[in-house]
RNA sequence: UGGGGUGUCGCCAAGCGGUAAGGCACGGGAUUUUGAUUCCCGCAUUCGUAGGUUCAAAUCCUGCCACCCCAGCCA
């Protein structure tokens, strides 16, 4: 199932609730949610998040849903719910329940009149910097609110007021009493509910104030009946009032226990959704599903399999020190989950005419489609004894332990026959225009008949006859120095992000379905493209490994 | 300088008092009609650091050092 095993630390955490017998009451039925904001895509570090949250489900047999965290209108919308759907239908994640917090919107105001009724939350008429500079700081306590000590009747009314729409955006806000003294921020009065004249994308109208992260989210994993909430470390410092959220709305036991880890990191990977959007929105890239986006539409647009995506997050594991994992380990499980599945194909990209002299007419090659899988298959591939071959598999110089072409040496043509370069035509400015080699009957591939004559190396060809115009498109990753560059991000990330050689490949590959992908023979994992003006062409999932060039 | 976290091989990461798993990367070898794959073999006497407890410590205690997070009416 590519679940990550190393889920250790957190399972430590759920083997001890379960056997404190704090779920007895619930079957020990364990829950868990994944609960994105509907404000971008999905990319790449929220698989690992996806395969935590999963991975306890299926070790605990129980329950995951799924949870828009829409709580802040002004950013929301369901081009994301709806892509936030497909990705994780595309990865392979059935989830038991889709949940919104906006539909909480109703028993949130409850729970909010409940912590005024209770004295626990007051509405503040401070503004936003007045907030902001009475919050103290890190060393230094807050002051009070002159509000803080309103009567219930005055905050109730107050509150009412608010969601009725008398006051505008700013005036007011509902804050937690807790402690302005507490040397975790976080608990310094916190805003739990702000106005906001912003319709809702579910909503509508119907609101004006909406509630905020730390007040919703610890309700709405309770209103569920979530056991544990897992998310990444920086919400650490938010623990303490999840807790008390969850206890002063006062819910039952078993209450939801948060659990925090690392989120992930990829060199060379921008991982911010906000510089994702960036990206889009001025127009450096094609879109969300651009295939050098790391969300996982653009993944699934270069070609990526989810399983590889999966069994990263399964292979890195689960932690609580930050790291960033080598882009490279990405790459071997995208390879090893492509090396099985992916037809092999001849293609060259920088081709070289090579000319078989003594061979006359064409015949039919069998060539195996893949040779990892087991299977054994094969395919026909026309041959006339002139075909193209990539330049870097002929040296006029060989290097030590050269094991392609060159004057007098003997090579194999993948599935056809070992050839002697006898001549080479070489131009004006010193580059290789033609080879002229002989062939051997008798080296035929797959022949039974013994042959003396043997090659070093194999290379692969295009049949000049049959091979077919193609275009190879190559992607860099969107580099980047630093994990969250500070300006010219952007032009740094686009520039020379894509490069195109053009060259031929076999019809075969040619003419497949759009979106098939091939390992085209010591270059890479490629995926096909619709064709345009009669010409193929191909994009690079992932290049192969180079043990000669390297 | 307050609080919350984290420090184990180049990169991830197990380990929870009994003498350092695994993956990626790397190096070497074997097989191979892809210099791919597959397959062997190698790769931390050492766990941020300095002390202490113990027959025994990466694991317990103490001090120190480094890095990350927190002062949104974002999530």
Redesign the pocket.
Known sequence: MNLPE?T??IE?FINEDLASGKYESRGNEICVRF?P?PNGYLHIGHVKALCINFAVKEKYDGKINLRM?D??P??EDYEYVNSIIEAIKWLGFEYDNLFF?SDYYDKLYEIAEKYIADGNAYVCD???E???AT?????EAGKESPYRNRSVEENLKLFREMRAGKYP?????LRAKIDMSS????MRD??IY???HVPHYRQGDKWCI?????F??PVSDALEGITHSLCS???????PLYDWVIEKAGFAQPVPRQIEF?RLNI?NMLMSKRYLKKLVDEGFVSGWDDPRMPTLVGLKNRGVPPMALRKFCA????????????I??L??CI??EL?VSAE?AMAVTDPVKLTVTNYEGEEELDF?I???DGSGKTRAVKFTGSVFIDRSDFALEPPP????LFKGGYV?L???YIVRCDDVKVGADGRVEEIFCTYFPE?????TVKSDIKAK????WVDCKYGVDAEFKSFKPLLTDELYPDQDYAERLNKDSVSVAYGKVEPYAANSAEGKSF?L??TGYYKVCPPENGMARLSEIVS?????N?
Do not use: C, W
């Open positions: 190393a250790n630390f430590q609960p904001e965290d709580t802040n002004a950013k917090a401070l503004s936003a007045e907030i902001t919050r103290g700081t890190l060393t955006d700013g005036a007011k806000v040397p975790n921020l976080n916190p805003v702000r106005i906001a909406y509630p905020m992260y730390d919703a989210h470390l920086e919400f650490e410092n938010h623990r690392a060199t292979d890195v594991g689960v932690a609580k020190n930050y790291g960033v994992v080598n490279a380990q790459d071997e390879r090893d090396n092999r195996e893949n040779p990892t332990k050269f094991k392609r194999r993948k599935a056809a080296t035929r591939s797959g022949s190396g194999v290379i692969q390992q023979m010591r192969l490994k180079d043990n000669f390297k």
